[in-house]
């Protein structure tokens, strides 16, 4: 089971979870602290650390490797991976008695390649997730994958070093192909980070999907 950093609801009461994925060699105190920016009425956020020490560095954690990088490689192990995310998904849902539509997924660059695979993978489909820095594996794969169509807002950084920008456009092909919901917002100049902009963007659409 994952575990990792939470922040309760402000009032008390848990109407609805938002979950965020961070990325490779962080943990899951590397984005929690937008909890409080996104201003979520009645959200427990949670921030789990991914499930796998990272191999490239002496400190952090990994969804799955990255020294190779074949997507022919990768993906095998963004699928070993998943099963371990869902069980978290649940037992966050079990645990705040809240349903599908109660719960956003927020990934960054790895954990936003995990929430674009996972997310649409699931039986029921979530309220949202957001991409941030991120892309899709297996896209060729999807349509036949696919079991729910969640809302999808992909942000991505025109100048990001890591993971290029034009993975942003092929991930918005792929998942419109597939009768997704989605919407894509390039931040212009930004690397492989997170602006003010793309945090108002995501508090905005997380608002939108959970109906506030």
């Not at 939470?6 to 937008?34: C, Y």
């Not at 990255?66 to 022919?72: N, Y």
């Not at 941030?132 to 169509?149: D, H, Q, V």
């Amino acid at each position: 089971m994952l575990n990792g950093p939470e922040l309760p609801s402000r009032s008390g009461t848990t109407k609805r979870l938002v979950i965020f994925l961070h990325g490779l060699g962080a943990d899951g105190n590397d984005l929690l602290s937008l909890a409080p920016m996104l201003d979520l009425p009645d959200t427990h956020f949670a921030s789990p650390n991914a499930p796998y020490p990272c191999d490239m560095a002496p400190y952090g954690y990994q969804w799955f490797s990255l020294q190779d990088r074949d997507p022919t490689r990768i993906l095998p192990e963004i699928r070993r991976a998943e099963p371990i995310l869902n069980t978290y998904i649940d037992a966050q849902m079990a645990k705040h008695k809240l349903t599908p539509k109660d719960v956003a997924l927020i990934g960054f660059s790895q954990g936003s390649m995990m929430s674009l695979h996972t997310a649409p993978r699931r039986a029921e489909p979530i309220a949202g997730v957001v991409g941030i820095s991120g892309a899709l594996f297996g896209a060729e794969l999807l349509a036949a994958e696919i079991k729910s169509r969640p809302p999808i807002c992909l942000i991505h950084g025109t100048h990001d070093e890591v993971v290029p920008f034009v993975a942003m456009g092929a991930a918005e092909t792929t998942l419109r192909a597939a009768n997704v919901g989605v919407e894509a917002h390039a931040r212009p100049r930004l690397g492989h980070g997170i602006d003010e902009e793309g945090i108002d963007i995501t508090a905005a659409f997380l608002r939108r999907v959970f109906g506030l």
